[in-house]
């Protein structure tokens, strides 16, 4: 945690993990105020979780919400209302502090205070606000001092880095800026093993600092707005970047609170989630823990990032209980939301022979919509054939959730979203349907595929191949297929390969006789468990793009 100091009696940070919260009591705190939205990223601990602690040493709490970008006069001045209601000292977070100090300066402004002082107030707890000059001043903003790329990138993830390592293989002297405010960037297909005790968290995390292309210039800040048709995204704060070229790749968002009482009970009472770093090692506290009851595992409406995940774990936790000899004492639950175990009917048989050895009983059109940890019940809505009013009510003594997904709230109210939400894209070339020098790449956009790392690791050379091609008034245009992979870890041990494209379409990368998708197979977890890791590092988030080769259409 990283407070800054705006005066003797208000500081900002941002995100809080546990541990801070005592941090914070020692330091004297005595009003905690929240800024951040739930869900907004994969390590984010949710405001209840917080609020919880922070009573527990006397802090009173306050959850004003603020949409990175989108902060609000009304709220600025609810904002200013806590900060003289509120015992003192006060601190405020959201995701990198930016949203919180905006408020306090949109506070200040309020009362009189002039923008000089203000902006020195902020400048020496090291924030820049100069993009808030002229709503704090009325005058127009200057673009003199505007920094402008010919290559924007939003979001610095799996796709967003390799993304911008695919371009610079293919034109190394572009500008490029990568825009995202992480501190840490995430392996997140690896939480599943972690789950499952195979790795340990700390083997999926790495400072985002040591993954930046070298010669990419990372912009350590939010992105608040898109302006397409002036070229240039804002920053939180204001700030304007030009580009000539715009790959979105934000990620989406786990709505943890799209589900009653979660948030609150997520970590303990038995319920957990694989889709959290903070989470994963949980589950597999609570696999080895359980000798005997229900454990119920939910799926929610598509789509969701990597559809297979939620069954993953249950069949590697079936697994582990059969090995230990408990699987006879459990009653193992799947609620999907869908009308079936999986998308791709071919990759059913197989994941059905582990239904049955494990005696899963299957609910589907069933959606999870409220939990109470405490005691230790979930309540599910029929859908579909099988809609009806009254919810179903479930015991469990352990509860792996998979939260609902949508697009990022910055992206939802943006210009490129289409009616759903998602960055609005060709299925085929990624470019953007009414913005041709906007692309879209990864969990964000709304092409009709499966959302995993190696869809994004198919679509990174496609999007840098267009885009490069647009630069240079090029003939050729690459076409992404609709590859996804999703290694269904169905024992420790074996897995079943599914790759396929659009519309189902099986898209094995391995001839038969090495690896048969449609079988479990150890050399499947082979790859899973030794060699992804690596290639992610060290091929993937590096620009050399091993084994694709994306099909190209002469345009002219």
């Known amino acids: ?48 979780e917080i609020r919880v602690l922070a009573e527990q040493h006397g802090m009173s709490v306050h959850y004003l919400p603020v949409i990175s970008g989108a902060v609000k006069d009304e709220e600025a001045t609810q904002f200013k209302e806590l900060l003289k209601s509120s015992a003192q000292p006060i601190h405020a977070y959201c995701r990198t502090g930016m949203r919180s100090v905006t408020l306090w300066a949109l506070a200040q402004s309020q009362d009189g205070v002039g923008f000089e002082s203000i902006q020195n107030a902020v400048a020496r707890s090291g924030y820049d606000i100069s993009g808030l000059a002229g709503r704090l001043t009325g005058l127009a903003r200057s673009d003199a001092h505007t920094p402008s790329y010919d290559v924007v990138i939003v979001g610095a993830g799996a796709a967003g880095i390799a993304t911008a390592s695919s371009i610079q293989k293919r034109d190394s002297r572009l500008s490029i800026a990568l825009i995202d405010p992480a501190e840490y960037h995430y392996y997140q297909p690896g939480w599943t093993l972690v789950g499952a005790g195979v790795f340990k968290p700390e083997k ?54 799209g589900i009653e009482g979660l948030s609150e009970t997520l970590g303990k009472n038995g319920v957990t989630s694989n889709y959290r770093f903070d989470l994963a090692p949980y589950t597999w506290q609570m696999v080895r823990q359980l000798q005997d009851g229900r454990a119920v595992f939910t799926q929610p409406p598509m789509p969701i990032k990597c559809a297979g995940a939620p069954q993953k774990v249950m069949y590697l936790s079936a697994d582990h209980w059969r090995k230990q000899g408990r699987l006879g004492a459990m009653d193992i639950q799947f609620f999907n939301t869908g009308p079936g175990l999986f998308g791709v009917a071919d990759y059913v048989p197989a994941l059905m022979d582990y239904v049955k050895t494990y005696g899963i009983s299957l609910n589907f059109q069933h959606q999870l919509v409220k939990v109470d940890g405490d005691a230790k019940k979930a309540w599910f809505k029929q859908v579909g054939d099988q ?36 960055v609005d894209v060709d299925q085929y070339s990624l470019q953007h349907k009414r913005y041709d020098n906007i692309y879209g790449v990864g969990d964000v956009m709304n092409a009709p595929n499966a959302k995993t790392a190696a869809a994004a690791r198919m679509q990174a050379p496609v999007v840098a191949h267009n885009l490069v091609e647009s630069l240079h008034e090029g003939r050729q245009v690459s076409q992404y297929n609709g590859y996804g992979s999703c290694p269904l870890t169905v024992e420790r041990g074996k897995i079943v390969l599914a790759e396929f494209g659009y519309g189902g379409k099986l898209l094995p990368s391995f001839p038969k006789w090495m690896v048969n998708g449609l079988k479990p197979t150890r050399a499947a977890w082979i790859l899973k468990e030794r060699l992804l890791p690596e290639i992610y590092w060290s091929l993937m988030l590096k620009g050399h793009e091993w084994m694709i080769e994306p099909s190209l259409e002469d345009v002219r």
């Open 204 to 257: 999926t995390r790495r400072s985002m600092g040591s993954l930046i292309p070298k010669g990419v210039d990372w912009i350590k800040s939010a992105v608040a707005q898109f302006e397409p048709e002036k070229d240039q995204v804002l920053l939180e704060g204001c700030r304007p970047v030009k580009y000539r070229r715009l790959v979105v790749a934000a990620g989406l968002k786990l709505n943890w609170d």
């Open 387 to 422: 809609a009806r009013d009254e919810l179903v009510e479930v015991g469990f003594d352990m509860l792996h959730v998979t939260p609902p997904q949508q697009a990022p709230d910055f992206i939802r109210s943006s210009p490129l979203a289409d009616d759903a939400g998602w």
């Open 1 to 48: 945690m990283d407070i800054r100091q705006i005066n003797e009696l208000f500081s900002v940070s941002g995100q809080l993990q546990a541990d801070d919260v005592a941090v914070l009591a020692k330091n004297g705190i005595q009003t905690l105020i929240i800024n951040r939205p739930d869900g907004e990223g994969a390590d984010q601990v949710s405001h209840d």
